[in-house]
């Protein structure tokens, strides 16, 4: 695995030209299980040749309500990912974590989490309406966390309402649910969706790092341990 890992990061070094002298071991390692987005055959790769153009912003409200950190921080994540998808649950507990106990906690990081539902995936759109109506409380983490961590119970008997409300007070499962059966929340969601096409994304997990007013495609799961190198050598700078 380690000299599969090797190969692949020394090909994204090749390739994304202006992160070579950054990244020295890469960041962009394409791990098992990603799960494409669908797209039309011409699509381009979500790991460009060079640093995207960064687009306007979503409405800021619900972008704040979906983060975690200061907007001020040096860099930021927007982690594109699908709640029923296996590599988006690995790379949320085994990266994503760390990066908020070490980084966003300590003001380097501002994390936001976009939305990916995937067609393919029957109840993901759900799970997505409930951890967005948990945004509009406050409560995004505690439902994110426990959604990819039971992932594999509400996915295979559709309770998404179930594995939430073990996270939250019967007062505030009252008001998500109602959020949830409102109807309103699919605009947010949809807007991710969105946002997630201006940067070619075409498989999820993709994350997208921001810095000084460039943007770094880093698609599938990627080590702490690699992301760290990266978030210390642009920090660095």
């Not at 085994?94 to 380097?108: C, E, F, L, M, Q």
């Not at 995937?118 to 951890?131: D, F, G, T």
């Not at 995004?140 to 998404?160: C, I, S």
């Not at 594995?163 to 939250?168: E, M």
Request: proline fraction near 5%; charge should be positive; charged fraction near 20%.
């Amino acid at each position: 695995m380690e000299e599969r890992v090797t190969r692949q990061v020394k090909w994204l070094a090749q390739r994304v030209i202006i992160c070579t002298a950054l990244l020295g071991m890469g960041i962009g390692d394409h791990l098992a299980a990603q799960t494409p987005v669908k797209r039309p055959s011409t699509a381009k790769s979500a790991v460009a040749e060079k640093p995207a153009v960064r687009t306007s912003a979503p409405s800021a409200d619900i972008t704040a309500l979906k983060s975690l950190g200061t907007k001020n921080a040096p860099i930021t994540m927007e982690v594109f990912s699908d709640f029923q998808c296996p590599a988006c649950r690995e790379l949320y507990l085994a990266t994503v974590r760390p990066v908020i106990d070490n980084y966003v906690s300590a003001g380097k990081v501002y994390l936001i989490h976009r939305d990916m539902p995937l067609p393919m995936h029957q109840h993901s759109r759900e799970a997505a309406r409930y951890a967005n109506a948990a945004a509009r409380m406050r409560k995004m983490e505690k439902v994110v966390a426990a959604l990819f961590e039971k992932q594999a119970n509400w996915t295979a008997d559709g309770n998404v309402d179930g594995a939430v409300a073990k996270v939250l007070t019967p007062a505030e499962m009252k008001q998500v649910r109602k959020l949830v059966n409102g109807g309103t929340l699919d605009a947010g969601i949809d807007m991710d969706v969105a946002r997630g096409t201006q940067f070619s994304v075409i498989q999820t997990p993709t994350t997208i790092i921001t810095y000084k007013g460039q943007t770094y495609p880093v698609v599938g799961v990627v080590s702490y341990t690699m992301l760290k190198t990266f978030l210390e050598q642009l920090l660095g700078q």
